[in-house]
Structures are given as structure tokens and as C-alpha cells.
């Protein structure tokens, strides 16, 4: 339980969440951290919190460096509670403490707890305070995650508080880019991306404008690895990303009763592999939607199957689509399929679905009952005249 210092007198003292593996509604396999900081300096600056329950843990590692009811300010990046939960807890220990955050911050603290005895200081974009030989300046980065969300950024370090932004869920005692395998951050940091700011590419464009003009040497965000090696790569990765940039890549997800529409959704691989795509399938009877999502950010082709079942489409399938449809990723093409019994219903609703997201349907295939190696190569034949 070490505090982890990145620069003279700025800590890491957050908490590793090891067993989350559910973080609404995305599959957290490796778990995840939320990562707070303490800065010491002539005022005592505390970095956003953790999740309630690990108000202990970040407790202990500030207690390594100072006692907390020193603590003279809290910076309150971002209000959702996985950043804020355990403020009403610390506030406590240092009840003349001023809170620092952005209006709408103000505006949600007062919406999740009783804050009647805080004290605020609210800051916009362009702000700074003086902590002693530091100055924190402040960017307001609306809808990345929440509005109220902001960034803080100490010029004379050269550390941005990024908080959601360029985040992974990974549980490590590696904190920083270099302490932990690259392949795995940068899938993590996709999955994150896929997962949380996919629906605001056009707010994070606007935050990279500013922080582009930024000299960074460290990233340090609130879920996660710190980046300190590889920020050119994730600053690279976010802009592509933001951009709704695709690569030639197709993914195919399905789920199948007796096996039709898996027949189909391979017919349809075939067609994208003669045209030399990427291509990425998944029966959503073995994967959960928020891997499907991680290879979707930058797939030109989404293909969606689906049986008829009791006039509609399978649960896994409806779960997919409801999942995806609030990412909103765009700029997109697709094709629904399926297999159906006497009424092809389930063919129209995901049409429908898609279409609705804002998809441009290039197919709409459906096959009665069990399709034969003629429908199949027929299937194939359609699929590669339109992609
Ligand atoms: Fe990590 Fe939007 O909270």
C-alpha cells in the first residue's frame, strides 16, 4: 500500500480496485484503480478521490506523506462517484478544506451529497490557483465523461490531471506506461475509449486542440496507468480515435438458435475476406458487447445476425444493439442478417436499429429455415458485390 511519487512532492495515492469487473455495463477483466494525487507544496492539494469503498486505502497512502487534515484543497475533476465518493469521507478530517471544481461540478457535488458545510472555489477554463511555487491552471472538458468534467494542469511540471480522459480499467502495482505490458495498456485504452468517450469524439477533438498546445511529460489520469513514455502514442490513438477514423476492418456479431444464422454470418465473413478486410466475429453467446465495442471504434463494416425468435430478436442480440446504439459510433456502414421460421422479423428490427443509429444498411439478408451451400455461396456472392 505505497504511495508512488511522480515528480518532487506529487503522489499517486489511489486505490487499486482488483475484483470490479463490472463497471456499468463493461466487462472490466483486468479490474481497474482510480487514481488520486497528492501534491505538496506550500498548500496541500488533493486530486479528485476513490470509490467509497477504498476510502481506507487511499486514506493510508496519504497518511505515509502528511497528516490529512492538512489538506487545504481538494480538486474535484470529475463528480461521478467512482472520482468523488470518498470526499464526504476526507472532507471530515479536514473540514476547512476548499473544494476546487468547475460549475457544473459545484452544481452535481450538491446533487450527490450533503454539502452544506463545504467550502467552494469554482473555476472555468483559464483559471489558476497558486499552490506556493505551483501554479494549477484549470480546462474545462465538457461531456468527457460528464459536463462538469475538467482537467488540471501544472505548467511548471509539465502533469496534466487528465481524469477519464486516456484512462484504461487495469488493476497494477505498475503505475506508470513502462511498468506494464504495452500491448495489453494500449488494447485497455481502446476497450476504455470504446466503452466510456466514444459517444463525445467531437468534445474530445476540441480537448486535444488545447491540449496539444500543452508541453506534457506526464499524463495522469484517474483510471489506470499513468503515461509518462508513450504520450505521443496516446494523444495519437485519442485523435485517430475522436476522428471516427476506420480502418478496411469488418466485424461480424450474431447470436444463432440452430446454428442458421452462424452459417450465414460465415458467409458473410467469407465475401469481406475475398475483399482482403480485417475481420473480427463473434457469437455474443460466448462475448460480452463491450469486446465487440473495442473492435468496433475503428471498423468500417458492422454486420448484426440475429434469428427470429417469438417475432422479434434474440436477448443477447437486443442487448447488443441497445448497447451500441448509445455509443452512437458513426460514419458507419452495416448489414443485418439472420435466419428466421415463417416471418422475417428480426431482419426488419435490426434494419430498423440500424438505420435509427444512423447506419448506412448496405444489406438486408434473410434465409428460411436452414440455408443450403447454394444460399450460401449466393449469400457470399451478394455480400461481395456491395462492399
Ligand atoms: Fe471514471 Fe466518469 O468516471
Redesign the pocket.
Known amino acids: 500500500m505505497k504511495s508512488v511519487e511522480l515528480k518532487k512532492d506529487i503522489y499517486w495515492v489511489g486505490a487499486v480496485d482488483w475484483d470490479i469487473r463490472n463497471f456499468h455495463g463493461y466487462l472490466t477483466q483486468r479490474g481497474s484503480s ?1 487514481n488520486s494525487y497528492l501534491i505538496m507544496d506550500e498548500k496541500i492539494v488533493l486530486v479528485d478521490s476513490v470509490k467509497h469503498y477504498l476510502y481506507e486505502e487511499m486514506l493510508e497512502r496519504i497518511k505515509q506523506i502528511v497528516d490529512p487534515s492538512k489538506i487545504d484543497y481538494i480538486i474535484c475533476n ?1 463528480v ?1 462517484m ?2 468523488s465518493g470518498s470526499i464526504p469521507k476526507i472532507i471530515k478530517l479536514c473540514p476547512n478544506v476548499i473544494i476546487v471544481t468547475s460549475p457544473q461540478g459545484e452544481k452535481g457535488l450538491k446533487m450527490h451529497y450533503d454539502t452544506t458545510n463545504w467550502n467552494f472555489h469554482i473555476v472555468k477554463s483559464g483559471d489558476t490557483i497558486n499552490i506556493g511555487t505551483r501554479n494549477i491552471a484549470f480546462l474545462q472538458t465538457p461531456m468527457v ?2 459536463p462538469d ?1 475538467m482537467v488540471s494542469y501544472i505548467s511548471e511540471e509539465k502533469i496534466i490531471f487528465s ?2 480522459a486516456f ?1 484504461q480499467h487495469i488493476a497494477s502495482t505498475g503505475r506508470f506506461d513502462d511498468e506494464v505490458p504495452y500491448s495489453m495498456l494500449v488494447e485497455e485504452a481502446r476497450k476504455y475509449y470504446a466503452n ?1 468517450v466514444l459517444p463525445y469524439g467531437s468534445q474530445v477533438q476540441k480537448v486535444m486542440e488545447e491540449v496539444k498546445k500543452l508541453d506534457i511529460e506526464i499524463i495522469a489520469t ?2 489506470g496507468i499513468i503515461w509518462r513514455n508513450y504520450i505521443a502514442d496516446i494523444v495519437r490513438l485519442y485523435d485517430k480515435w475522436s476522428r471516427n477514423e476506420t480502418e478496411k476492418k469488418a466485424v461480424i456479431v450474431y447470436d444463432t438458435m440452430w446454428e442458421s444464422t452462424k452459417k450465414m454470418a460465415n458467409a458473410i465473413k467469407d465475401a469481406f475476406e475475398d475483399k482482403d478486410y480485417n475481420i473480427h466475429m463473434y457469437n455474443l453467446q460466448g462475448t460480452h458487447i463491450s469486446d465487440v465495442m473495442t473492435e468496433l471504434i475503428t471498423a468500417e463494416y458492422i454486420c448484426i445476425g440475429s434469428p427470429t425468435l417469438n417475432s422479434s430478436i434474440l436477448p443477447t442480440v437486443a442487448a447488443f444493439l441497445a448497447y451500441m446504439k448509445g455509443l452512437a459510433p458513426k460514419n458507419r456502414k452495416a448489414i443485418a442478417f439472420g435466419s428466421y421460421g415463417w416471418a422475417p422479423l428480426s431482419i426488419k428490427e435490426i434494419e430498423e436499429t440500424l438505420t435509427k443509429a444512423g447506419m448506412d444498411v448496405v444489406a438486408s439478408e434473410k434465409i428460411n429455415f436452414v440455408p443450403t451451400e447454394v444460399q450460401l455461396k449466393e449469400l457470399t456472392d451478394r455480400i461481395k458485390k456491395v462492399i
Do not use: A, L, V
Request: proline share 0%; glycine share 8%; no cysteine.
Open positions: 482510480y470529475h461521478e467512482d472520482h465523461h460528464w468534467n481524469n477519464d484512462g466510456i484517474s483510471h
